[in-house]
């Protein structure tokens, strides 16, 4: 990957009782490498982020009493944004923030059993063509979009393919060439998780077929009252005249999934309920996604980050790293890796933390992305928001989180919240409700305790963004001795780390990666180091040590 000109060196100052909440951050311009392998990704739903424009928090009647945490909640683009502006992102050390889908979604709500909900985490599409109100309108994608960039970060939106949102009385299912509403899906082999309907009353695309259908009547009358029929007949037309596709349901919905991509610029997607689609229809995406990509950075020369390819991330659900490249149905493995996927979400990593210890997860990452998955990647997640057991539900342990999360090669997806302990037990929620609550800006702005979670997060983060080495470099244990010490290594890019050490003065053998006289800096006290026999000493009151040139 051809290096490029990314986002600042952090010094981070300290009072003379190096006390976490006392420090302060200041950022300035640098160069830095950035690859996917190693990136740090922010995951958040787009509804319980941060609200930055109250006018549009009701649209289409949507006031109904909901189940606890099942209604729209505020948050939207503009909040986003607000927070790129802030330097929040920038602070965490955050080169990529993954938005929940913000297509329209249905205008009803539906109760799956839990209490009624209305479509506020994005995966319920009505129509893919238009921006649902709620979190704003396309020029506040675009302007997030260019704000991001100019502060070298890159924003994945989420793509679904698979399913068109519940039918309501407001919503009406989808014609019968678009869609089959049952069986439900039994997940017991490759058919019974594709050919189906993940649960009831979510109607699947079928994606398998290669018929020509006409636009649904709903969504036809839909553009006609908001005067925009003749102006998509009009894109649909040319993009089925230049790809030769059949007018198939799944290559309306690519197409309208990569407008997204020539109208924004933005720099990926994370792909929806990948398993439960055909494997060959991500191949599909992943070609008009590339074509797309090269056609806008040709028309937008002066808004390119860098010449990194277009990315796609995958979720199939319980994929593991163990997997290596297939995913097994019981009668069928997959590989959704070759011709479409990038990398895929690794539903392993809290296991492993749980049940081995640090330098064992730390080798296995290394050893397996530089063998079975060399070239291609995994995205690490403690916390999620549809998976019911996270790695720290009581959010007692926030420190090692982080620790393992941003030090685990690969690269890492926080969750909203997980870096201020926000709460994933609220009283009163059904299901994954709980994983979604509004972010707690609150507590960072007045707890003590959450600042110094925060700037544990930040200054890891900091260092991760900073050194494409600790996501994507070769992993090398150095010493076993008063705590675990290794190595990280990308061509230039050379970082040591020690974590678990006593603490006060540490002698850390750096030999095997800096020469004697060198002059290096540990990011986490922001103390000054020369190398001497081999060794680095650092007296500072915490036990984590991040050593860079």
Known sequence: MKKILFLFVIVITFSCQEKLSEEKTETKLAKKEFVWEGANIYFLLTDRFNNGDTTNDINFDRTKETGKL?????????????????GYFTKLGINAIWMTPIVEQIHGGTDEGTGLSYGFHGYWAKDWTKIDPNYGTKEDLKELVALAHKNGIRVLLDAVINHTGPVTEMDPVWPSDWVRTGPQ?????????????????????????????????????????????????????????KTGHPRAPRFYIIKWLTDYITEFGIDGYRVDTVKHTEEFVWQEFKTECDIA??????????????????????????????????????????????????????????????????????????SLLNTN?????????????????????????????????????????????????RNLTVEGTVGDATLRSFMNWNDIESKEKTKQILNHWQKLGQFRANHMAVGAGKHTLISEENGLVFSRVRNKDKVVVGINLPKGKKVIDVSSVFKNGMQLNDFYSSKSIVVINGKATIDSVFDIVLIEK
Request: glycine residues 6%; aromatic residues 14%.
């Open 70 to 86: 099942r209604g729209f909640e505020g948050g939207d683009i503009k909040g986003i944004t607000q927070k790129i502006k802030e």
């Open 185 to 241: 899906c039994s997940y017991d082999n490759y058919e019974h998780t594709i050919s189906c309907t993940l649960v009831k009353n979510l109607p699947d695309i079928k994606t398998e077929s290669n018929e020509a259908v006409q636009l649904p009547p709903q969504l036809v009358a839909k553009w006609k009252a908001e005067g925009r029929y003749e102006q998509e007949i009009k894109e649909l037309d040319a993009f089925f005249t």
């Open 373 to 421: 998955l060399k070239g291609y990647g995994v995205l690490n997640y403690m916390t999620s928001h549809d998976d019911g057991n996270p790695f720290d539900k009581e959010r007692e342990m926030p420190i090692k989180t982080a620790t393992m999360l941003l030090l685990t090669s690969g690269t890492s997806q926080i969750y909203y919240g997980d870096e201020s302990a």
């Open 293 to 366: 990509f090269a056609e806008y950075k040709k028309n937008n020369s002066e808004k390119i980050l860098d010449n990194n390819d277009f990315y796609l991330v995958g979720e199939v659900y319980n994929y593991s790293i163990s997997h290596g490249k297939a995913f097994d149905f019981g009668d069928k493995k997959v590989n959704y890796f070759d011709k479409a996927f990038n990398s895929l979400i690794n539903f392993e990593l809290k296991w492993n933390v749980k049940q081995m210890v640090e330098k064992d997860v730390f080798h296995k990452y290394d």
